[in-house]
C-alpha cells in the first residue's frame, strides 16, 4: 500500500521537524519514532475501505497583528500515513512542476532521497527575498524602473477545490493506493467543506504547490518574468504589456480554473526597483543591517529549518547576546508598525543563546505570547534549561495568562501554554488547576491527562479503565500513556483490554510499546523526539 521507503522518511522528518509549523509536538509519535519497521509492516497490510481518519485538531491562529487564518493538526498515526503517502506520489509531482532553476516556482521543491528533510535546502522565505533582491536581472540597464505586480491569493490552503487535487494527482501519474489514501486523509479532515487542505503538514505544503502548475504555466507563457513563493507572486510586466492585461488574466484563470481568488488588499502595481527595495528592507525596521548579517551568520530565517536546538548552537556567540536582543525588543514603542516575522526571528534567536532572562521576557513583552506563542514558548523552554531559571515566578504568570483575554480566547494560544507544563519547562502541581476547565477543547483534555500522569494520580487513571470505549480517538493515545503512572502489571492488564477499543491501525503496536515504556513518562514527554535507528 505505502512503500516502506516513504513510511521511514516520513517518521523520520516528522521526528526531526515536528508533525506541524504551528503546533506542539504529539508525545505519542515517540512510539513511530522508535518502532518504524512495525509502523511501516502496519502500513503494508492497510486496507483503504476499513481506514478510517480520526479527523483534526481546527484551530484560529493569529497570522499578523489582525489577522488570522485556520490551521490543523492531525493525529499522529494519520500524519504519518498523509505524509508518507505523499511521498510516494513525490517525485511524480515534482516532475509535473516547472523546472526549479529559474526559481519561478521558488519553494517547497522535493528533494530525492532517504534524508529527513523532505525539501531543498535553501529555498526559504529569506533566501527569497534574497533572490528578490536581484529580481528583474541585469539584462538591460533600465530593467529596474519596469513595472510590476505584487499579489497574492486570498485563503489559499483553504478555498482549493477538491476535486482539483484529484486531477493534480491522476495527471501527474501518482500511484493509486497512496493517491487514495491522500485523497481520504483531506476529506475527512474538510468533513463540513468540499474544499481546503490541512494547513499546517508538509504533505499539505507539497501538494499545494502542484495545484498552482497551471497557473505558472500561464504567466510564463504570457512571457511574464515572475516567481512565486506559495501563494505570494512577483511579477515584472512584459515591454510593450499592460500591466492590467496581464493581473486581468491571472485573476480570470484562478477564479474560473482553481475556483481562487487574488487577495485584493495585497494586490498593487509596483516597480522593479520597489520589489528590490522592499526585499531588502524587510527586517530592517529592528536591526541595522550589519546586525542583521549578524543575525544571518547565527540562525537561519527560514521556513521548514530544524527547529531544536543542537549542541554547538546553545553556546555564547560573539555578535550577538540574549541581553543585546532583549534590549532592542525593550527599545521598540509601537510593536503593530513592524512585521511579526521579526519577532518571530528575535525568539528564535533568543532560545539559541545563553542568560535568557524568562521572567523579563514574560513581564515587558507578554503581549507576543497571543501572536507568536510557538516561539515565545520555545523560548521560555529553552530558558528552563539554563543554570537560573526562576520557575515559580514564570509558572504564576503562565498560569494568570492562561485565564485572561485575549489569551484564553484562542485555543492554539493555550494548546502552547499548556505545553509548558506537560513536557516538563514548568512542574505540575494539581491544586493549581482545580478551576481550569479542561473540557474546553481537545487540546486541553490531553493536557488534564498528562497532567494526572505527571502528579502520579493513579485514582483518576483506576477511574478512567471503564470508561476508554466513551474517550475520542483524539482521547485515547493521550489517556493511555498518562496512565503508565499505574503499576506495571495493573497497566500492562488495562492496556490489553483497551487495545480492542483503539480503532488506529497502529493500535497494537502503540500499545506494545507503551508497556516496553513503563514508568518513563517524564521522560517521553521531556526528551527531544529524535529518529532512532532500529529495525523494530
Not at 75 to 90: F, G, Q, R
Not at 166 to 180: F, I, Q, T, Y
Not at 347 to 363: N, T
Request: glycine share 4%.
Amino acid at each position: 500500500m505505502i512503500s516502506e521507503a516513504s513510511v521511514r522518511r516520513a517518521i523520520n522528518h516528522l521526528g526531526s521537524f515536528g508533525d506541524t509549523d504551528l503546533f506542539p509536538r504529539l508525545p505519542e509519535m515517540r512510539c513511530f519514532l522508535e518502532r518504524p519497521g512495525t509502523i511501516a509492516k502496519d502500513c503494508e497490510r492497510l486496507n483503504i475501505g476499513q481506514y478510517v481518519p480520526v479527523g483534526v485538531i481546527e484551530t484560529l491562529t493569529p497570522k499578523s497583528w489582525l489577522g488570522f487564518r485556520i490551521a490543523h493538526q492531525l493525529t499522529a498515526a494519520d500524519n504519518v500515513i498523509y505524509l508518507a503517502a505523499l511521498l510516494d506520489c513525490a517525485p511524480n509531482l515534482e516532475a509535473a512542476r516547472l523546472p526549479k532553476d529559474e526559481n519561478e516556482a521558488f519553494a517547497y521543491r522535493f528533494a530525492v532521497g532517504e534524508s529527513p528533510r523532505v525539501f531543498e535546502t535553501a529555498r526559504g522565505y529569506h533566501q527569497w527575498l534574497a533572490y528578490l533582491s536581484e529580481f528583474g536581472g541585469p539584462e538591460n540597464p533600465f530593467a529596474e524602473d519596469r513595472p510590476a505586480i505584487v499579489t497574492d491569493i486570498s485563503d489559499f490552503y483553504q478555498r482549493i477545490y477538491f476535486h482539483r487535487i484529484e486531477n493534480v494527482l491522476e495527471d501527474a501519474g501518482c500511484p493509486r493506493g497512496p493517491s487514495e489514501l491522500v485523497k481520504k486523509i483531506i476529506k475527512t479532515t474538510r468533513a463540513r467543506q468540499s474544499y481546503g487542505l490541512p494547513v499546517g503538514s508538509t504533505a499539505s505544503r507539497l501538494l499545494a504547490e502542484c495545484l498552482l502548475n497551471d497557473t505558472d504555466m500561464l504567466l510564463k507563457n504570457m512571457g511574464a518574468k515572475f516567481t512565486r513563493y506559495v501563494d505570494d507572486f512577483r511579477i515584472a510586466v512584459p515591454a510593450g504589456t499592460e500591466a492590467h492585461s496581464i493581473l486581468c488574466r491571472l485573476a480570470e484563470h484562478l477564479m474560473v480554473t482553481e475556483g481562487l481568488s487574488l487577495n485584493v488588499t495585497k494586490t498593487k502595481m509596483t516597480s522593479v526597483k520597489e520589489i528590490r527595495r522592499n526585499s531588502k528592507a524587510r527586517l530592517q525596521d529592528v536591526f541595522t543591517t550589519a546586525e542583521m548579517e549578524r543575525m544571518q551568520a547565527f540562525i537561519t530565517l527560514s521556513y521548514g529549518d530544524d527547529d531544536d536546538p543542537r549542541e554547538e548552537d546553545t553556546i555564547a556567540n560573539p555578535f550577538i547576546s540574549a541581553e543585546f536582543l532583549l534590549q532592542r525588543l525593550d527599545e521598540i514603542g509601537d510593536k503593530k508598525g513592524i512585521d511579526l516575522s521579526v519577532f518571530k526571528a528575535i525568539l528564535r534567536a533568543l532560545r539559541f543563546l545563553p542568560s535568557i532572562d524568562a521572567v523579563r521576557l514574560l513581564d515587558k513583552h507578554a503581549d507576543l505570547l497571543y501572536y507568536v506563542p510557538r516561539e515565545f514558548c520555545l523560548a521560555l523552554s529553552a530558558a528552563s534549561k539554563q543554570e537560573v531559571f526562576a520557575s515559580e515566578i514564570v509558572k504564576a504568570r503562565v498560569i494568570e495568562l492562561l485565564a485572561m483575554p485575549p489569551y484564553s480566547d484562542l485555543a492554539y494560544v493555550r494548546s502552547w501554554l499548556l505545553y509548558l507544563f506537560v513536557d516538563g519547562t514548568l512542574p505540575v502541581n494539581l491544586p493549581d488547576w482545580q478551576s481550569y476547565d479542561f473540557n474546553r477543547s481537545v487540546i486541553e483534555r490531553r493536557s488534564n491527562f498528562f497532567f494526572r500522569g505527571l502528579a502520579n494520580d493513579r485514582p483518576f487513571f483506576r477511574a478512567l479503565k471503564t470508561q476508554v470505549g466513551s474517550l475520542s480517538e483524539w482521547d485515547k493515545p493521550a489517556a493511555l500513556m498518562a496512565g503508565m503512572c499505574l503499576p506495571f502489571d495493573e497497566y500492562k492488564h488495562w492496556l490489553a483490554d483497551a487495545v480492542r477499543q483503539v480503532t488506529s491501525p497502529f493500535a497494537a503496536t502503540y500499545t506494545a510499546w507503551l508497556t516496553d515504556n513503563h514508568g518513563k513518562l517524564r521522560q517521553l514527554l521531556a526528551e527531544p523526539h529524535q529518529p532512532v535507528c532500529t529495525a523494530l
